[in-house]
């Protein structure tokens, strides 16, 4: 089986997606992703007949696309089937965004999928799929913290907070301004803030195991993948109540959710950081069926279950 990806190319291919293809073809599957360059509306409109092209030339048996811009181009660039995954943003846009979501949804796109059950409830639609996005247990796994500090010239004996954006941290809904506060509040001289984004996903491994927490200060999410490689790697979280992450902590050692209050932030940190406790998110991963191996086994069922695609 042939899939064409289509998805933002703005700012390089997200790791998310290129993780997401890999998975798939270590399972068999041919995998091509076309990635969309042009921002806003009319930027990502002017694809079209360059995708249209693209297809005709590669010949998929279905296409799918990453968040919801990518679907409405692909779906007036094909009459192939198009099955759209929305990313979280997509469902916090405006109404009129949603509105347009769930037409698309119910009437033109074969199959939506969403992150959560959140977003789910969200749109209002009984037949989206809920896949999270997975995690390669292989390359996120515990590594020697000490090392991985040596290799980022971290000073040994400080307390490190990790807060980490795909690009720009900046964002309003990223919430950068609250971590910060956050970590003032906790009044410690050897608490250290390290605000990365962009970084290589071969890398990320060694900054969330030299780090002592993770930190998420998001206004909304779907399912962050951050959160979920941070636990694969038996780093504690704490994290605002955003997308599943209730349900993926549950009772889960080291993982605390708190409200997007200074105070209510600063009191888990401060719960992580003084009580040394030893995280045990990798095992919630495999619990949960999340590794990378079992949503892509999920993803291809979808492919070739469905009656419009050929097996």
């Known amino acids: 089986m042939r899939v064409i990806f289509v998805c933002s190319g703005n700012y390089g291919i997200s790791a998310i997606i290129k993780a997401q293809a890999d998975s798939l073809k270590s399972a068999g599957i041919e995998v091509l992703i076309y990635p969309i360059v042009g921002k806003g509306f009319m930027g990502y409109l002017g694809n079209v007949l360059t995708l249209r092209?693209?297809?005709?030339?590669?010949?998929?048996?279905?296409?799918?696309?990453?968040?919801?811009?990518?679907?409405?181009?692909?779906?007036?660039?094909t009459r192939l089937p198009v099955i759209v995954s929305l990313m979280g943003s997509d469902v916090n846009q405006s109404p009129g965004m949603r509105a347009l979501i769930r037409f698309c949804s119910?009437?033109?796109?074969?199959?939506?999928?969403?992150?959560?059950?959140?977003?789910?409830?969200?749109?209002?639609?009984?037949?989206?799929?809920?896949?999270?996005?997975?995690?390669?247990?292989?390359?996120?796994?515990?590594?020697?913290?000490?090392?991985?500090?040596r290799k980022l010239k971290w000073e040994e004996n400080k307390?490190?907070?990790?807060?980490?954006?795909?690009?720009?941290?900046?964002?309003?809904?990223?919430?950068?301004?609250?971590?910060?506060?956050?970590?003032?509040?906790?009044?410690?001289?050897?608490?250290?803030?390290?605000?990365?984004?962009?970084?290589?996903?071969?890398e990320m491994p060694v900054y969330l195991n030299a780090s002592d927490l993770l930190l998420l200060t998001s206004k909304w999410e779907g399912s962050p993948n951050v959160v979920k490689e941070a636990m694969a790697c038996n780093i504690p979280v704490v994290a605002t109540r955003v997308g599943d992450l209730e349900h993926l902590f549950t009772e889960t050692v080291g993982y605390y959710l708190c409200d997007h209050r200074i105070n209510s932030v600063k009191d888990e940190i401060l719960k992580v950081l003084e009580?040394?406790?030893?995280?045990?998110?990798?095992?919630?991963?495999?619990?949960?069926?999340?590794?990378?191996?079992?949503?892509?086994?999920?993803?291809?069922?979808?492919?070739?279950?469905?009656?419009?695609?050929k097996a």
């Open 53 to 77: 092209h693209y297809l005709k030339t590669n010949k998929p048996d279905l296409v799918h696309a990453h968040y919801s811009l990518s679907g409405l181009v692909a779906m007036l660039s």
């Open 106 to 149: 119910r009437h033109i796109w074969k199959l939506t999928i969403v992150k959560s059950d959140n977003m789910k409830a969200k749109l209002g639609l009984s037949g989206v799929q809920v896949i999270p996005n997975g995690v390669n247990l292989e390359l996120f796994r515990p590594l020697d913290r000490s090392e991985c500090r």
């Open 159 to 202: 307390k490190h907070i990790l807060f980490v954006s795909a690009c720009d941290p900046h964002r309003p809904e990223k919430n950068l301004m609250l971590a910060d506060t956050a970590v003032k509040a906790c009044n410690r001289h050897d608490i250290e803030l390290h605000t990365v984004s962009s970084i290589d996903q071969q």
């Open 275 to 309: 009580h040394d406790l030893k995280a045990s998110g990798r095992q919630r991963i495999v619990v949960l069926g999340l590794d990378s191996a079992q949503v892509g086994a999920r993803l291809i069922y979808l492919y070739q279950s469905s009656k419009w695609v």
